[in-house]
T-cell receptor
Framework: GAVVSQHPSRVICKSGTSVKIECRSL??????MFWYRQFPKQSLMLMAT?????????EQGVEKDKFLINHASLTLSTLTVTSAHPEDSSFYIC???????????????FGPGTRLTVL | GESVGLHLPTLSVQEGDNSIINCAYS??????FIWYKQESGKGPQFIID?????DKRQGQRVTVLLNKTVKHLSLQIAATQPGDSAVYFC?????????????FGTGTKLQVIP
């Protein structure tokens, strides 16, 4: 089956620093990848849609200058949390939608998540 | 729209019994629905999906029912096992601005009592 990986799996950083999270589709190409944030005992909230070769589309209320997304290849998207603060501590999950011949699958495959703790 | 709460609804089921998890979705334009299972500290895992032109779909031990009239989705798990303990999310998928957008429901925690 399709596999999506995330790196790192967990990270602890100091307030004010930036953290980069990678999302990779291991055995398929993905024109579109998605970034979600999940707080404890809550649902996944879509933050942004990452499109290969173009700018990401951010959901309402998500600061694009704080959460930088780069989708440089068909298998890699990165999310950088800039100037992180304790309130950014959360579980960040990516997903990827396989693309083939210009068509994008409805189905999304999710990564294992990255636990970010900002001290 | 999306509803998010601080406390997940919990369903406790005896091992071997059937489980039914319900979900109300918000957008009548959604055409594809998915159930995900999420274990603690892990990403969501696909269980079963259904398109809007169907009202029932069966998998191995799982059945999804879709009622478009009342915008309701349910997941039935037969002969529930301890390994089924997790949080279950329904998700609605809609084409928005040329790309697929998935909106997750609140989630239900399933506890299987051995």
């Amino acid at each position: 089956g399709a596999v999506v990986s995330q790196h790192p799996s967990r990270v602890i950083c100091k307030s004010g620093t930036s953290v980069k999270i990678e999302c990779r589709s291991l055995d398929f190409q993905a024109t579109t990848m998605f970034w979600y944030r999940q707080f404890p005992k809550q649902s996944l909230m879509l933050m942004a849609t990452s499109n290969e070769g173009s700018k990401a589309t951010y959901e309402q209320g998500v600061e694009k200058d704080k959460f930088l997304i780069n989708h440089a290849s068909l298998t890699l998207s990165t999310l950088t949390v800039t100037s992180a603060h304790p309130e950014d501590s959360s579980f960040y999950i990516c997903s990827a939608a396989p693309s083939s011949g210009g068509a994008i699958s409805d189905e999304q495959f999710f990564g294992p998540g990255t636990r970010l703790t900002v001290l | 729209g999306e509803s998010v709460g601080l406390h997940l609804p919990t369903l406790s089921v005896q091992e071997g019994d059937n489980s039914i998890i319900n979900c109300a979705y918000s957008n009548s334009a959604s055409d594809y629905f998915i159930w995900y299972k999420q274990e603690s500290g892990k990403g969501p895992q696909f269980i079963i999906d259904i398109r809007s032109n169907m009202d029932k779909r069966q998998g191995q031990r799982v059945t999804v029912l879709l009622n478009k009239t009342v915008k309701h989705l349910s997941l039935q798990i037969a002969a529930t096992q301890p390994g089924d303990s997790a949080v279950y999310f329904c998700a609605e998928n809609m084409n928005s601005g040329g790309y697929q957008k998935v909106t997750f429901g609140t989630g239900t925690k399933l506890q299987v009592i051995p």
